[in-house]
């Protein structure tokens, strides 16, 4: 891409008018700055009382690009007589671009226009459609003037030019606002994913590039009587995709004002005049995006290079309250919008939803579970948002696998890129394995130096449980009630949500429960140490039976906090106090930490830590790799020395190279975008308002969680705590209609479990509390 390295013209005003007076005749009486982005522009007024606006350009905008715009605007002023355009005005030698060279200063090209005197389109207050209309009619006609139209300064590059939107991953380094900098790298993937594929078949021309309200004269101030008399600044003009003139012009409206019946008018009045095609229409939202790209990271090189040029800076707000509002916008609605703006039949492209159904009830096991009565068909994610086939949105506060949030754009392309250039195993020596292990034990107590790297996090606890079994020799484990460790035969054994659930057979002899040390329902109630001592005693007392049958401990496996029974925050310390019971016992201690690490906890990276406790064996899963499979078990040099047996350990693809680019982009992101910190105050800030909504609403018996993992308990009664199954239920189908994903877990299934993507914001809780509000009035 070119360098951006030009600056802005800084003419004084006294070269201004010895330049109107030695190259154009004029005798100036006032000056008066105007905005530019490139040029120094300013009005003038000479002693006739004639006004004029004077372009002064740098050397960056080359002369046979001048005049390529000077020969458009005379082209249609006569083409669309109807309508006022700048038409430039000859020097005294009769030249329409002088040159003006300061002593060893660069050169700058001179142009003037007669000033056009109106009301801009952003002087009104409240725009009308008929004049969205009307801007799209001539933006059409202009662009039917320009089919054929040919000057060898068309092909210019402009950092504007939707084309070169990549150009923009130059630019991504001087946007500091981590958010926004991951939010406009989506919009580039997106761009590279749906739009570069088919970008040779889109069609081509010279198109005005810059419709944006500052732009377009009018012929009154009162907005009822306005119409659209003429079009100023041709300099960002260029040959482009033909769609990109709509793209521009709908991106800078819906900056005024998001509503798609102004995207409609505009669309529908270019489609009449100067027809778009289907493939046109299907990329239309990723130029849009394209264009809010360009824009702001253009202000974020200008706001490092040119500080003082507020005319850059212009449409930052503006552009990033409208990427906001789009990101959270399903793309098939406004695919969907755009063909019927313009009378076309749109086609499909998704299987419908009834053979995906009649598909899996003939080929697929039915012990895969649906959620929801009529399941989601989704088709595309982004941050906290997931996308359905007929242009539904749905908020995410279920999904703790992308724990970044959907498609972020720096773990797409860490996979992208390291498949394009090798994937293998460990057999083999590569870079990306010993990369990714130091930075994962990076976040690890010191004593933790050995890692383990497999494909889930179900895969990770069976590892994890054969290491533990080989280190002490012992076949008796401890687990706690309600917990899941995993679908593997292993892990069934041993997870009490499973054996003791539907289609269960129970408890096999060497596994043996220590009741949930749940604060709310447990067997003992209380959120003190008081309450941990009464857990322990359950503890002690099962390694004290163990130990009179002569029986060896394996260990304690322990999730951290409690998912599957019901977003269980123990105790204080009873998984420190726990752990060190066990490991008296001559037990290993494995803290399950597949779905809650990574700093959803918030105030930690880890949940083990949030219990002060000192595991000897850690496993990871789920957000490791953001939706990549990828697990890990963590343990230390002597649990890992003894593993070597003179039996090969060995994985397929654990640890591939994929893999690991994938962890490392998780690890990295979390770290540059701030992640865990956004978990702690987003998530204070949603238990604070789920406890405020719990004052007005009985059902909701208690309110719980750490970080962005909580648990909102559901109760008939809130001194019985009789569970209220149904209403839960209820609640999470009745939250689906509003667009909010939820589940519901623990042994009722009354719990409504909130774990979403650590990217949420407080926006994204107050829409959660909103709709949950309007929700439980229905069972006030």
């Keep these: 891409m070119p360098q951006l390295t030009y600056q802005k013209p800084k003419l004084q005003l006294n070269e201004i008018k010895s330049l109107a007076q030695d190259r154009y005749g004029l005798k100036i009486k006032r000056i008066k700055p105007l905005a530019g982005d490139r040029s120094q522009n300013f009005l003038l007024e000479s002693e006739e009382g004639n006004k004029y606006a004077i372009k002064i350009s740098s050397a960056f905008d080359h002369p046979e690009e001048l005049d390529f715009e000077n020969q458009v605007m005379i082209l249609l002023r006569q083409k669309l007589p109807e309508y006022q355009f700048p038409l430039p005005l000859p020097d005294v030698d009769g030249q329409l671009i002088s040159n003006y060279k300061k002593k060893k200063s660069q050169l700058f090209l001179i142009r003037l226009f007669p000033y056009l005197p109106g009301i801009y389109l952003a002087d009104l207050k409240n725009i009308p459609l008929s004049l969205w209309k009307e801007a799209g009619e001539l933006l059409a006609k202009i662009d039917i003037c320009l089919k054929d139209f040919y000057h060898p300064g068309q092909r210019r590059f402009l950092p504007w030019d939707l084309k070169n939107v990549l150009w923009s991953k130059e630019r991504l380094k001087f946007v500091t606002d981590p958010v926004l900098k991951r939010q406009l790298d989506y919009c580039l993937l997106q761009y590279e994913t749906k739009v570069l594929p088919v970008a040779h078949r889109l069609r081509t021309q010279v198109i005005y590039g810059d419709a944006n309200e500052h732009n377009f004269l009018l012929t009154s101030r009162k907005a009822d009587q306005a119409r659209i008399k003429g079009l100023l600044d041709f300099g960002d003009m260029t040959e482009s995709f033909l769609v990109a003139e709509v793209a521009i012009a709908l991106t800078y409206a819906l900056m005024l004002k998001p509503e798609e019946e102004i995207a409609r008018e505009i669309l529908s009045a270019y489609h009449r005049k100067n027809p778009l095609q289907p493939e046109e229409l299907d990329i239309l939202f990723y130029l849009i995006l394209a264009r809010l790209t360009i824009s702001l990271t253009m202000s974020a090189w200008r706001r490092k290079a040119e500080p003082d040029n507020a005319y850059m800076t212009i449409s930052e707000n503006p552009g990033r309250h409208l990427l906001d509002h789009l990101l959270a916008e399903n793309p098939e609605k406004w695919r969907k919008l755009f063909y019927q703006a313009c009378g076309l039949k749109m086609k499909n492209h998704f299987l419908p939803s009834d053979k995906l159904l009649g598909f899996r009830k003939s080929h697929l096991c039915g012990a895969l579970s649906l959620a929801y009565q009529n399941p989601l068909h989704l088709v595309q994610g982004c941050g906290p948002y997931l996308f359905e086939a007929d242009g539904s949105r749905y908020l995410d506060c279920v999904n703790n696998v992308c724990h970044l949030g959907h498609a972020h754009p720096a773990v797409a392309r860490a996979v992208s890129r390291q498949m394009a250039l090798l994937n293998t195993n460990t057999r083999y020596l590569y870079d990306q394995l010993a990369l990714y292990v130091e930075k994962l034990l990076a976040r690890f107590p010191k004593k933790f130096k050995y890692v ?329």
């Design 452 to 780: 383990f790297l497999v494909n889930s996090g179900s895969e990770a606890n069976d590892l994890a449980l054969r290491l533990a079994r080989n280190y002490t020799g012992g076949s008796e484990l401890l687990v706690i009630d309600g917990a899941y460790h995993g679908n593997l035969t292993s892990l069934i054994e041993i997870s009490p949500y499973k054996f003791d659930g539907p289609g269960g057979k129970g408890a096999p002899p060497f596994v043996h429960k220590i009741p949930t040390p749940d604060p709310y329902r447990g067997k003992y109630q209380g959120n003190t140490l008081k309450t941990t001592q009464k857990y322990l005693e359950e503890v002690a007392q099962i390694i004290k039976n163990l130990q009179a049958e002569n029986k060896k401990l394996v260990g304690l496996i322990a999730e951290s906090m409690m998912g599957c029974a019901g977003q269980v925050i123990f105790p204080p310390e009873f998984l420190k106090l726990a752990f060190s019971l066990v490991r008296a016992a001559g037990g290993v201690c494995i803290a399950d930490e597949v779905q809650v690490g990574f700093g959803r906890p918030g105030k930690f990276f880890w949940g083990f830590e949030s219990q002060q406790a000192d595991p000897d064996i850690v496993t990871l899963g789920k957000p490791i790799g953001n939706g990549h499979p990828i697990g890990a078990v963590v343990t230390t040099e002597e649990i890992a020395r003894a593993f070597e047996t003179g039996m090969e350990y060995f994985n397929t693809f654990g640890g591939n190279p994929v893999s690991c680019a994938a962890g490392l982009a998780v690890l990295q992101a979390v770290e540059e975008e701030n992640l865990q910190e956004n978990a702690r105050v987003v998530g204070d800030y949603f238990i604070k308002e789920l406890k405020i909504l719990q004052k007005s609403h009985s059902l909701i018996g208690h309110v719980r969680g750490l970080g962005l993992f909580i648990g909102v308990e559901l109760v008939k009664d809130p001194i019985t705590k009789e569970p209220a199954t149904e209403e839960a239920r209820q609640i999470v189908e009745k939250m689906k209609t509003r667009g909010i994903l939820f589940s519901t877990d623990g042994p009722f299934r009354n719990v409504l479990k909130i774990k979403p993507p650590i990217v949420f914001n407080k926006r994204n809780v107050d829409q959660v509390v909103e709709a949950l509000a309007e929700v439980l009035k229905n069972f006030a």
